[in-house]
Structures are given as C-alpha cells and as structure tokens.
Nanobody, 126 residues
Framework: QVQLVESGGGLVQAGGSLRLSCAAS????????MGWFRQAPGKEREFAAG????????IYADSVKGRFTISRDNAKNTVYLQMNSLKPEDTAVYYC???????????????????WGQGTQVTVSS
C-alpha cells in the first residue's frame, strides 16, 4: 500500500521560507513522477509543482514559478518543495501526490496522480 506523508508546514511571515517534505513508501518511489498541489479555503485544489521520476524535468504553476523549487532524493524516497518569498496568497493545505503510472511524463493534472498524502497546512501572515 502506497503511503505519502507530508511534513514541514507551519506559520511564516510574508517574505519568509518553508521547506515541505513528503516521505513515500509502498512502491518503487524512483519510478514515479511526483507533484505538489495546494488547496486554499473555499477554492479548488490546484497544481503547484511537479517533478519527473528521474528528477530531470520539473514543472511549475505560473503563480509559484521563480519562488518554489521541487526536488527529490530517490535514495531517501522523499520529495521536497522549497518555498521562498512566500505571500499571503500561498496560504493553503499542501498535498503531495504520486503519479498513477511509472515512467510517464510529469503532469499538471490531478487526474494523473492516484496517491495523495494527508496534507500539511501552510499559513503566510501579512
């Protein structure tokens, strides 16, 4: 059974930084693309960042490009989201997601991901 466990969320002032981690277990982590999504109160879940199974390709939502960096350590079965220059509008629950199929292109669509963590809250104060 695949498990994804996020950590690293918290309260930070605008302009600050946080690093989220997602520890994966239950399948060959290095074979699957991973993504980070977020959901603010009253809004739909939206894509934030994604990384290919090898780590060679990354994609970002326009709203976070240049401020967030996704990375992975396949030896540790962990994917990270480094978030810099945080803004109040980044406040949301952040979810880690694992792709449904191995060795496929990283995707912006939540439909490409079958496995989800429980989420970690990020709150950015102004």
């Amino acid at each position: 059974q695949v498990q994804l466990v996020e950590s690293g969320g918290g309260l930070v002032q605008a302009g600050g930084s946080l690093r989220l981690s997602c520890a994966a277990s239950g399948r060959t982590f290095s074979s699957y693309a991973m993504g980070w999504f977020r959901q603010a109160p009253g809004k739909e879940r939206e894509f934030a960042a994604g990384i290919s199974w090898s780590g060679s390709s990354t994609i970002y939502a326009d709203s976070v490009k240049g401020r967030f960096t996704i990375s992975r350590d396949n030896a540790k079965n962990t994917v990270y989201l480094q978030m810099n220059s945080l803004k109040p509008e980044d406040t949301a629950v952040y979810y880690c997601a694992g792709s449904s199929l191995a060795y496929t292109r990283v995707s912006y669509s939540p439909r490409a991901y079958s496995y989800w963590g429980q989420g970690t809250q990020v709150t950015v104060s102004s």
